[in-house]
């Protein structure tokens, strides 16, 4: 029931209030096709040799570029093969939906307002097993696999984890051969490229499409309408049963783009559909005529702005209504497509539980609760109660944060402007429900109050994470300590009411990304030792390398892929940034969302506190282990804290890498636009990760994941899925500093204040003058007084708090890192001992405990 469903589009009314669109009757599938015409064909691809793979790249090369071999540009090049590859997922991907089709199971819909996919050539290549093929078959003619392969723009239709978290869940679901459809949007522009200037961060439109992308192919004839503004009208029929139709006052159109999500070595292909917004009537030929060429593609400007960026800035309240716009469209699309274009057409939708579960990703696409309530009342006639029992059991919600200012909350008067009858309906909802808890806890208004669908205060608001908790059959929190915390603080009443809705699935990360393609000689000497690459798609198979932990030779060799990593990367950063890197330092990486919980204002006080101790004399430069400390971030465009504090790191580089007193001893760097393509390289090299989140904020992470499972150790808090890694490798092979969560509360609870810890340790006071003296910044105090001020008089994540126990912690790092032979040990038994952390194992824990419950 996946992939050629894209072919067999049925006529049936829209999920909108448009007119019935017109069938088709060339498109296969359609009910006007001919019995005859719907057997099944098998599909071949090419053939799985170098000369079939050959003739296939020059046929492109030929056909779809129209060019000759010799007269080819790279990007000519790299299309031609990107297609070719498709050719041969194309054939597993039909094949799939046949089977499936006559096999059916229960659906995954997958819908998250993010995926940060990576580039896509390597993956592709990797699941159809035409990596060698391709690489002798180009070779033959002239050509560099390499080249074409950094030709590949990435598409950042992601912010940061929440994104890639999505890309690696998509990519276990078909290894493990799970049917899936992922929704999601196709962003005309996606995150920000971006750049520095005087040390600031520049956000640069991210054109990922500018020199096309041949990874995904459009479906214009099934393209879905969705409405937005407008009222609401009632009416009664014969049984004096009441009848509620939205009128919406404008209206845009849904076109779906489908991306192929390939399985490794099972031939199984799911599908990744992304809409874009154009409008339903794009240009007014009269208006063009009488001059006014702006006003006549108006309504088309405005429809694509639905599409047009990714997470547009929402401080103003026109970003807020696109940011809602944006996700109701998504969700409306994703239903309808499903409901009207997948499921037969004689499918009775009181079976709909039993046929797909959709997992929201976060509060982004909770809208579609109201929505799916909406199809069934006001569209397919069910009666409220039948239309609320089967939406309760559609819907699983996983909260990926604890930060109460992440959880969305919408203002009534918007709904109400955008979606007028969703905002009866979550009303409708809540008036239950409230009926629900009052029965529940007979007298407890304040309890009511609290789990109010709808917020008083500040202003009238819908609770989105209420609303999903309310309506959805499982809430997962990301980490055994986030669930913990999200049952006891952030949905208390909620849990204490249904306990049994509460469930954790610790975060993953897919080893075919960020293990085989990421790291191919750690990859190559895995499969080596244990005598297959079975563990690619059973990473428990890699607890079999702690027996070499203790072999001497073992340990060389781990040196040695490590040693190569490092150079693979400074190759990179010298040809793409001009940054320099000694070749033998310690490399000390924190790369994440700049964000002040992250607190990556607490390791630039620490790098500011290594420089001020020699440059005071207090300690001689050579008794500092040569670092390279490397952070990788952007911040929001509207984040001024966090665009202050990439300003002071980038100031403190600068100053740090231009002493000559620490040359070969000290260095910072800071790549501008981190991606997926710059972890791919940077992850691997890494001696050292970052994880330093006042505890109880992260909700898990996963760049933690990635860095163990490639063989860096961890310096971190008890937080998030820090927890979890720190018992599975072992106290002594990771840097535990700062704070516990409860203790945590309990400064919270007396008082924290950032000053008084200022004033009592010398080393913090000397770090955090000198950040504000004006050392770092041309002797302009005011330009880091942004960061001084608040480290010292809100500092509302603690750092000055854990700082201490931050360098205490630094220092058994340097004592540890001396010990070469110790270090390899640990950093080969963080490797084997971290295979619980794929995201296939995340996927099984999700199956059994929440989608095919």
Known sequence: MTESDVIQPRTSHPIGNGETPTTDPTLLGTRSTPTHALAAVPVEGPPLTVDGFVEAFLQELHFGQGVQLDRSTVNDQYLALARTVMHYMMAEWLETGRRRRAEPTKMIGYLSAEYLLGRQLGNALLATELTEVAEEGLATLGIDLATLRSQEIEPGLGNGGLGRLAACFIDSLAVMDVPCIAYGIRYEYGIFRQTFFNNRQLEVPDN???????????????????????????????????????????????????????????????????????????????????????????????????????????????????????????????????????????????????????????????????????????????????????????????????????????????????????????????????????????????????????????????????????????????????????????????????????????????????????????????????????????????????????????????????????????????????????????????????????????????IVHLYESVVSGRRDISDIVPRTFVFGAKAAPGYHMAKETIFLINSVAEKINSDSRMQGRLAVVFPANYNVTLAERLIPAADLSEQISLAGKEASGTGNMKFALNGALTIGTDDGANVEIRKLVGDDHFFLFGMSEPEVAELGARGYVPSSFYEQNEDLRRAVDLLGSGEFTGSNRDAASTVVNDLLWNDRFMALADFQSYVEAQARVDAAYADTEAWTRSAILNVARTGFFSSDRSMRDYLDRIWLR
């Open 208 to 606: 990922w499409l500018r020199l096309g992308s041949p990874w995904e192919f459009p479906h214009p004839e099934r393209a879905v309408q969705v409405d937005f503004g407008g009222h609401t009208e009632r009416t009664s029929d014969e049984n004096g049963r009441e009848h509620v139709q939205w009128v919406p006052s404008w209206n845009v159109q849904g076109i779906p783009y489908h991306y192929m999500v390939p399985g490794y070595d099972n031939k199984a292909v799911n599908t990744l559909r992304l809409w874009s917004a154009q409008a339903t009537d794009a240009f007014n030929l009269q208006i063009f005529n009488s001059g006014d060429h702006a006003e006549a593609v108006r309504s088309q400007t405005f429809a694509e702005n639905i599409s047009k960026v990714l997470y547009p800035e929402d401080s103003t309240p026109q970003g807020r209504e696109l940011r809602l716009q944006q996700q109701y469209f998504f969700v409306a699309c994703s239903l309808h497509d499903y409901i009207e274009h997948t499921l037969p057409a004689d499918f009775d939708l009181r079976k709909l539980p039993d046929q797909i579960i959709w997992q929201l990703n976060d509060t982004h696409p909770v809208i579609a609760i109201p929505e799916l309530m909406r199809i069934l009342v006001d569209v397919k006639g069910f009666e409220w109660a039948e239309a609320w029992d089967i939406t309760k059991r559609c819907f699983a919600y996983t909260c990926h944060t604890l930060l109460p200012e992440a959880l969305e909350v919408w203002p009534v008067d918007v709904i109400g402007r955008l979606l007028p009858r969703h905002l009866e309906i979550i009303f409708r909802i809540n008036e239950d429900f409230l009926i629900e808890v009052r029965e529940r806890f007979p007298g407890d208004e304040l309890r009511v109050r609290r789990m109010s669908i709808i917020a008083e205060h500040p202003e009238r608001a819908v609770r989105m994470a209420y609303l999903a908790s309310v309506a959805a059959t499982k809430i997962n929190g990301v980490a055994a300590l986030h669930s913990e915390l999200l049952r006891d603080k952030v949905l208390p009443d909620f849990s204490e009411m249904w306990p049994d809705k509460f469930t954790n699935v610790t975060n993953g990360v897919t080893p075919r990304r960020f293990l085989r393609l990421a790291n191919p000689k750690l990859s190559e000497l895995i499969t080596e030792v244990l005598g297959d690459e079975r563990w690619v798609t059973d990473l428990d198979r890699l607890s079999g390398l702690e027996a070499y932990a203790d072999d001497a030779s073992f340990r060389e060799k781990f040196r040695q892929v490590k040693a190569a990593n490092k150079t693979r990367l400074f190759e990179l950063l010298k040809r793409r940034d001009g940054i320099d890197v000694a070749p033998d330092n310690m490399l000390d990486v924190m790369v994440k969302r700049l964000h002040e919980y992250k607190r990556q204002s607490l390791k630039l006080l620490h």
